[in-house]
C-alpha cells in the first residue's frame, strides 16, 4: 500500500506526462502546419491565367487610358487610330499604293478670286462712267459697255480687263469690259456697271438689280499693246498690257539673270524698282496659262506700243 506522500508524487508524474504528451502533440500539429505552408500550390502554377481581381482591374484601367496614347492605341488594338494610321501613311507609304498629288488646273493657280466656267451672284447698280477710264488706267474707252468691279474680285486689279457675262433675272444680258474698281461698300460679286450699260438689262431708275455674272473669252481682231508709264527709265519702270482678251495673271521680264516677275500694283501696272529689265522682253501670262513672249518694247512713256499677239479664245 503506497503511503499518501507516494501516491501525491505519482500523481504529479502523471500530470507531467499529461502535459508532456499535450506539448508533443501541439508541437506536431505547428509542424505539420509549417511543412504544407512550405510546400508548392500546384493548382496557381496550373493555372497562371487566374489572375487577381485587383491584376483585372489594372488591365481594364490601362487599356481604358490607352487610347490617349496611339502607341498603346495601336498594340492593343492592332489597328491604329485614324490619327496614327494617317500618320504612318505619310511618313511611310506603301510602295505600290504611293498617294499622288492631285494636279489643279493651270487655271485655278493663275486666276485668283475669278475663275473661268464659274457663275457668280451679286447685284449690280450703275454710275456715270464719263470717257470710260478708271482705276485700271486703260485710258479713254470708245465702247463704253465697261464696269467697275467690287474691291474683293478686283484683287489688286487682276480683274483688270476681264470680259463679263452679266445676266439678269429678267432674262437679258449684256457683256462688259473691266476697266475699274468698285470700292466699298460694294459687296463680293456687286458690278457697278456704266449707266449705258446698265439700261441694257433695266430702267436706270430701278437703280439696282439682281445678277449673276462669269467671265468669258470674246472673239476679237486685235492684238495686244504695251505701255511704259510715266516717269519709266532705264533705272525705274512700271508696265502694262492693254487690249487683251484674257485677263493677265503675271507679267515678267527678261534679265540678265533671267526672267523675273514683277509685282502687280492696284492701278494695273506692274513695277521694276530697280530698273533691271526695263526695255527688254516682255512674258504675259493669262489665267488659262497661255504664255506670250513680246521684245521690240522701248521704255517711250506713256506711249502705246502695239504688237502682234493675242491669247486664245477659250
Not at 457697278?192 to 481682231?221: C, E, H, N, Y
Not at 484674257?246 to 523675273?260: E, K, Q, S, Y
Amino acid at each position: 500500500m503506497n503511503t499518501p506522500r507516494q501516491a501525491a508524487r505519482q500523481r504529479r508524474h502523471r500530470r507531467r506526462l499529461m502535459v508532456g504528451a499535450t506539448s508533443a502533440l501541439i508541437a506536431a500539429g505547428v509542424l505539420a502546419y509549417l511543412v504544407m505552408a512550405l510546400l508548392p500550390d500546384r493548382d496557381a502554377d496550373a493555372e497562371p491565367a487566374a489572375a487577381t481581381p485587383l491584376a483585372s482591374t489594372r488591365v481594364k484601367a490601362t487599356a481604358a487610358g490607352a487610347t490617349a496614347t496611339p502607341t498603346v492605341t495601336a498594340s492593343r488594338t492592332g489597328s491604329p487610330t485614324p490619327t496614327v494610321a494617317a500618320t504612318t501613311r505619310s511618313a511611310r507609304p506603301s510602295p505600290t499604293h504611293t498617294p499622288r498629288p492631285q494636279r489643279k488646273p493651270t487655271t485655278t493657280s493663275q486666276a485668283g478670286r475669278l475663275q473661268p466656267h464659274t457663275t457668280y451672284q451679286g447685284v449690280a447698280t450703275a454710275y456715270e462712267a464719263g470717257d470710260g477710264n478708271g482705276a485700271c488706267l486703260f485710258g479713254p474707252s470708245p465702247d463704253l459697255m465697261i464696269a467697275a468691279m467690287n474691291t474683293t474680285d478686283y484683287e489688286t486689279s487682276k480683274a483688270c480687263g476681264a470680259y463679263v457675262l452679266v445676266r439678269a433675272a429678267n432674262g437679258r444680258s449684256i457683256t462688259v469690259r473691266i476697266t475699274n474698281e468698285c470700292p466699298l461698300p460694294c459687296a463680293p460679286g456687286q458690278l457697278d456697271l456704266s449707266q449705258q450699260a446698265f439700261a441694257k438689262l433695266a430702267d436706270l431708275k430701278v437703280g439696282r438689280i439682281p445678277i449673276s455674272w462669269s467671265l468669258v473669252s470674246p472673239s476679237t481682231s486685235g492684238t495686244i499693246s504695251m505701255r511704259y508709264k510715266t516717269g519709266s527709265s532705264p533705272y525705274w519702270c512700271a508696265i502694262q498690257a492693254i487690249g487683251h482678251r484674257n485677263p493677265v495673271a503675271r507679267l515678267d521680264i527678261h534679265t540678265t539673270g533671267g526672267w523675273r516677275q514683277l509685282p502687280r500694283t492696284g492701278y494695273n501696272y506692274f513695277i521694276s524698282a530697280d530698273g533691271r529689265g526695263c526695255g527688254s522682253a516682255v512674258r504675259l501670262t493669262d489665267i488659262y496659262g497661255e504664255q506670250l513672249t513680246i521684245t521690240g518694247i522701248a521704255v517711250r512713256p506713256d506711249v502705246v506700243q502695239p504688237t502682234q499677239v493675242q491669247f486664245a479664245r477659250h
